[in-house]
């Protein structure tokens, strides 16, 4: 097997910051060749942080006919994932595709009908890098050690403030706001890391009800505030709730894990923090900071790298992220039905 790849990076925006980064500290394994943006001053930044330096090109098309790359980042607006990840299926390219899988169920499931030709010849992995994220992957050993009993409900809040997230991706502007692209709003977009650990920790989710709303965000045409309790095939059950806001909030904790025995709470801070309640901590043990969700986009990438260069399965196969898309469209439709 190889022992280096090529990669091109397809959206030069927000995200592509911590993809790059974390391409870069793997530099012994993969080396950008190639950044691909429509907005090509938006490929200068990175540019000017890679040695040597990539190709830069405004299209995939143009891209594609170079094709000095074996693998392709794609971070673009959900509405596209389809066309360009099919494309660059058929090119014989391992494909890492950002979160979500695409803007609807049944475009996910054709992108999933390409990749399953092609595997396993070549790597089809879903971005969600909530799978990565120091502190699930934590709580998830801390659950299996017994450390708070029979786990029975977990209560996950995704929130961020326009003027507190470490993220610029707030202007009026941004395709993030517009439904036609997302799919919907923050259920298609923040809130699928906060609905990926729930999963993780406690099955797959059998049933919601729940209520979309908007807040003051006038540029904004999806919800932007979510409730919803979830039922789990486990028999346990869970509360979900999103928010996005342009006011300033406190840092309410991203998560708390409730057992027969104590509970795990995962602080509301990118950059990490979590505690253990349980008898022998019944203050609370603080066991500080994992790496945080800012941590979580290097082991992400390690993935790929791993699974491209030798063989490896990802941490979730693709299928997995159909998962999240299934739940944002099951709220949307109990908010419509006022039913489970």
Partial sequence: MASMIRVAVLGCGMISTQHVNAFRLSKHRATITALIDENISKTRAFEE?????????????????????????????????????????????????????????????????????????????????????????????????????????????????????????????????????????????????WIRPLRIWMGEIDEVVGITSRDSIKSMEGESLVRALIRFKSGKFGQFSGTLTSAFVSKQPFFHIFGTKGEITIDGDFFGGMTLFNQEHPKGLKLGSQGGFMGSFKPEIEDFLDAVLRGTRPKAPAEFALGELQTAAAIYQSTKTRRW
């Fill in 49 to 193: 942080a890679i040695d040597p330096k990539p190709k830069i090109f405004s299209s995939l098309d143009e891209a594609l006919r170079w094709n000095e790359f074996d693998a392709i980042d794609i971070m673009l607006p959900h509405d596209v994932h389809e066309t360009a990840a099919v494309r660059c299926l058929r090119a014989g390219k391992h494909v890492l595709l950002e979160k979500p899988l695409a803007h609807n169920v049944d475009a996910a499931r054709r992108i999933l009908d390409e990749a399953s030709r092609i595997q396993p010849r070549r790597v089809f992995m879903v971005g969600e890098n909530a799978s990565y994220w120091p502190e699930v992957v934590k709580a998830e050993e801390l659950i299996s050690d017994g450390c708070i009993g029979d786990v029975h409900m977990a209560k996950a809040h995704y929130w961020e403030s326009e003027a507190q997230s470490p993220f610029a991706m707030f202007d009026a502007d941004n395709w993030r706001y517009k439904v036609e692209r997302v799919g919907g709003g923050i259920l298609m977009d923040g809130c699928s890391h």
